[in-house]
C-alpha cells in the first residue's frame, strides 16, 4: 500500500504540473484569441479551437487527481450520519462502481480514439483521436486513484 501510494502521489503531483502547463497554454490562446479578434482585427483561425482541446485535456486529467483529492462534489452529509462501518460500505460500494464505470468509459474512449485517428480538426488539422485520447487517459487514472481510495478504506488506523 505505501509504495503504490508513493507512485500514485509521483504520478498525480506530474498531473497537476502538466495540468497547470496545459492551463496556461490554454489561457495564453484565449488571451491571444481576444487581442488578435479585437485589437488586431485579425482573428486567428487556430486559437479558439486549441483553447477547447486543451479545455478537454484539463478536465480529465484534473478530474482524475481531483479523485485522490476526495474533491468531487458529493453527499457527504447523509453519508455522515451513518456509523462508521456502514460509511465504509457504502463508500466500498461507491468505489468499486466508480472502479466499473472507469474502466468501462476508458475502453470505450480507446474505440473512440481508434475509430477518430483519420478525423482531422477543422482549423488545425491535428487528428481528433489526439484530442480524444483525454478521455481513456482520464478515467484510467480515475481507476487508480479509485483503487487507492478503496484500500485505504480497509488501512489499519494508526493510534
Not at 90 to 115: H, R, T
Not at 135 to 154: A, D, R
Request: proline residues 4%; contains cysteine.
Amino acid at each position: 500500500m505505501v509504495i503504490y501510494e508513493k507512485m500514485l502521489n509521483t504520478v498525480n503531483r506530474i498531473l497537476v504540473f502538466i495540468i497547470t502547463v496545459l492551463f496556461g497554454a490554454m489561457s495564453l490562446a484565449s488571451l491571444l484569441q481576444v487581442i488578435f479578434r479585437y485589437v488586431l482585427k485579425q482573428p486567428l483561425p487556430w486559437s479558439e479551437e486549441l483553447a477547447r482541446f486543451l479545455f478537454v485535456w484539463v478536465v480529465f486529467l484534473g478530474s482524475a487527481v481531483a479523485i485522490k483529492e476526495k474533491a468531487h462534489v458529493g453527499l457527504e452529509y447523509f453519508v455522515d450520519q451513518l456509523k462508521i462501518s456502514q460509511r465504509k460500505i457504502i463508500y466500498a460500494l461507491a468505489y468499486i462502481l466508480c472502479m466499473f464505470m472507469s474502466i468501462i468509459i476508458c475502453i470505450n474512449g480507446f474505440n473512440v480514439v481508434k475509430s477518430t485517428l483519420t478525423q482531422l480538426s477543422p482549423a488545425m488539422q491535428v487528428p481528433m483521436g489526439y484530442v480524444y485520447f483525454a478521455i481513456p487517459l482520464g478515467f484510467l487514472l480515475s481507476f487508480f486513484n479509485f483503487i487507492y481510495l478503496f484500500m485505504e478504506l480497509f488501512k489499519p488506523v494508526a493510534e
